[in-house]
């Protein structure tokens, strides 16, 4: 899947993060991708707009819950044959419980984020040229634990 960066030129980009911060000055334009070695889902919603005393942990939170509907999403049973029985969909499954046991990182250009950091203060110090703050999650396992 490519990303925003990839997908939107850099002067629509910069020309869409100045509204959103003219329009709602106490929060912050943040992309979320997943990241490219991580087995956790894509989830459906990249673009959020964050208050600006959110803490990493908060929005983490956040996060976790989007990739654990995205999960849901997934169908649960899958056809077995062609006759059309169903069996346990058992991958999915096991998918959806690593998901809610796994530690979630959000990265900022290759760095990881402390839980404990506002959002203005992370967003003051990564923020991209095009106004957006880019954010990329991983799993714990990528990290080797």
Same mark, same amino acid.
Request: net charge negative.
């Given at each position: 899947m490519a990303s925003y960066k990839e997908k939107e030129p850099f002067e629509k980009r910069c020309q869409e993060s100045a509204r959103i911060l003219e329009k709602y000055p106490n929060r912050i334009p943040v992309i979320v991708e997943k990241g490219k070695r991580t087995s956790l889902p894509q989830i459906s919603k990249t673009k959020f707009l964050v208050p600006k005393e959110m803490t990493i942990a908060e929005f983490c939170a956040i996060i976790q819950k989007h990739i654990n509907d995205q999960g %849901?999403? +997934?169908p649960t049973a899958q056809p077995d044959n062609a006759a059309g029985r169903t069996s346990p969909a058992t991958p &999915?499954? +096991?998918h959806r419980r690593r998901a809610h046991q796994q530690t #979630?990182? #959000?990265l900022? *250009?290759?760095v990881w984020t402390e839980r404990g950091s506002k959002m203005s203060e992370v967003f003051a110090k990564y *923020? %991209? &040229?095009d106004g957006f703050l880019y954010f990329t999650y991983m799993a714990e396992t990528v990290f080797g634990c």
């Open positions: %849901d999403e +997934s &999915d499954a +096991s #979630l990182y #959000l900022c *250009k290759g *923020k %991209d &040229d």
